[in-house]
């Protein structure tokens, strides 16, 4: 059932039903689209895309990469063979996203995106995470995908503080969803109890009441 929203602010919150009773699971009603942040596995999503925080490469590696290669199969790989060949021959910028489709996954579509590597914060490590997001969500509109679910992209090997990232992927996904309306769900699935807590309290702080 939609949440039924006071113009932007927060809905309903859920125990999510596993895991530790603390990993509490909320909705919020940002523009037109429901945005969920809940404890979980990206590749268990039953959106119509999950993000990929892929590497340069396109041709796997650790962490979420490497939990979407492995149960997406094959098929995945192959496309971002293609994609290399013929886009991106040495490699996808950092802050560039693109589609292939999901495999054997749940999700129809995987959306692979590479995010900066944190040098410190001074080396344009913010606007290469706002783009992550930013293209992300454009290439969904291009594909006509109506829901989304993203990882914290750069937070794992990639070393970004958690509590520095939250703030940039929740408001570009606000940003995202307020110039695509056609995105009708954006979930931010995080791995841990811990990057739950950091992703909520922004959240809350931003969009609850
Ligand atoms: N579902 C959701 N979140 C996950 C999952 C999962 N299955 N597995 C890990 N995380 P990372 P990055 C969390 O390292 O920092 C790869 O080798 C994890 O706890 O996956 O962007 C690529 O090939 C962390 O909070 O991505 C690149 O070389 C977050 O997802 C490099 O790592 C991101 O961690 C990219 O590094």
Not at 143 to 155: C, K, M, Q, R
Request: aromatic share 6%; with cysteine; charged share 25%.
């Amino acid at each position: 059932m939609p949440p039924s929203g006071d113009g932007g602010k927060s809905l309903r919150r859920m125990r999510s039903g596993w895991g530790d009773p603390l990993d509490e699971a909320a909705a919020y009603l940002v523009s037109k689209a429901t945005v969920r942040v809940l404890r979980g596995d990206i590749t268990d999503q039953d959106t119509d895309a999950i993000v990929n925080a892929a590497n340069s490469s396109l041709l796997g590696g650790g962490g979420v990469d490497g939990a979407i290669h492995a149960r997406g199969g094959p098929a995945i790989l192959a496309e971002c063979r293609s994609l290399r060949e013929a886009r991106w021959p040495r490699g996808m910028p950092p802050g560039e996203a693109a589609a292939t489709s999901g495999g054997r996954l749940r999700a129809r579509y995987v959306i692979h995106t590479v995010g900066p590597v944190w040098q410190g914060g001074g080396a344009g490590e913010e606007e290469i995470l706002r783009r992550c997001y930013r293209r992300s969500l454009e290439v969904a509109e291009e594909h006509g995908i109506g829901s989304v679910a993203f990882p914290s992209i750069s937070t794992g090997a990639y070393g970004y503080p958690i509590d520095r990232a939250g703030p940039v992927a929740i408001a570009t996904v606000e940003e995202g969803v307020a110039r695509h309306p056609s995105i009708r769900e954006v979930r931010f699935v995080l791995f841990s109890s811990f990057d739950l807590a950091a992703y909520s309290t922004i959240a809350k702080a931003r969009w609850g009441r």
